[in-house]
């Protein structure tokens, strides 16, 4: 049995399992209950003004699961609410198409790219139980890792390079590479005016920049 109490300082329910406790915000389980009351067509299973920091809002999220669960939507990829609609259809047709991509994550308010070179390339599947979300499943393996879905910047096509999908403020990010005073990796990556990669070999470094500026050039060249 989860005991569930409010931390309304850091607007977090703190779920306690008995041998640990794990936390869900209260406009995580706001917005993905209402997303589900919506399509449900439940507006009972909504949040109101009253549940955003009570026990109560935690129940109302825990119904609307249970709810999708017993409806045929549950059998469709779920998506959290604050995914871009067109990049939801373009992992969908991906999924579809078995075709291998490249996901450029990062902060879409800004249009920031995160820089990950790792878990952002591969084929998109979806995972089992109740709320189907899209998985990125690298090269080789059986299972992947959850797409965050709600902070893509850009999905890519890896066999033509065209962009599939391309936030309205997406930047590819301003890249430098100049030599450094380490012997062992004497050249550097700047971004922003700080140091995010090093390498040993020039080579490596372009390859790890036009990577990181779209381009669909495998990671293992330059890690």
Same mark, same amino acid.
């Given at each position: 049995?989860? $005991? ?6 850091? !607007? %977090? ?14 406009? $995580? &389980?706001?917005?993905? #209950? ?15 003004? &009253? ?7 935690? !129940?109302?999220?825990? &119904? #609307?699961? *249970? #709810? =999708? ?11 959290? @609410? #604050? ?23 990062? *902060? ?5 790219? =995160? ?19 899209? %998985? ?5 393996? *059986? ?29 590819? @990010? ?11 990796? @004497?050249?550097?990556?700047?971004? *922003? ?25 495998? @990671?293992?060249?330059?890690?």
């Amino acid at each position: 049995m989860v $005991n569930v109490t409010l931390n309304t300082e850091q !607007q %977090l329910y703190v779920l306690d399992h008995g041998h640990g406790c794990t936390c869900f915000g209260f406009t $995580n &389980a706001r917005d993905h #209950a209402n997303q589900m009351a919506e399509r449900l067509k439940r507006p009972d299973l909504a949040f109101n003004e &009253a549940d955003f920091r009570a026990l109560s809002g935690y !129940q109302k999220y825990l &119904a #609307a699961v *249970d #709810a =999708w669960g017993k409806s045929p939507l549950s059998r469709k990829t779920y998506f959290d @609410p #604050a995914t871009d609609p067109k990049a939801a259809r373009v992992l969908e047709r991906c999924r579809e198409a078995n075709a291998k991509v490249r996901l450029i994550l990062g *902060d879409t308010a800004t249009g920031r790219t =995160w820089l990950d070179e790792h878990d952002v390339v591969g084929r998109i599947g979806r995972s089992t139980g109740t709320l189907k979300v899209p %998985l990125l499943i690298e090269p080789g393996a *059986d299972g992947g890792i959850a797409v965050l879905t709600a902070c893509l910047l850009a999905i890519i096509d890896w066999e033509s390079g065209k962009f599939l999908f391309r936030h309205p403020r997406y930047r590819a @990010p301003d890249l430098l590479i100049r030599p450094s005073d380490d012997t062992e990796r @004497p050249w550097e990556v700047l971004h *922003d005016e700080q140091v995010v990669a090093c390498f040993w070999d020039i080579g490596k470094a372009g390859a790890y920049v036009a990577f990181m500026r779209g381009e669909t050039v495998e @990671p293992r060249i330059f890690q």
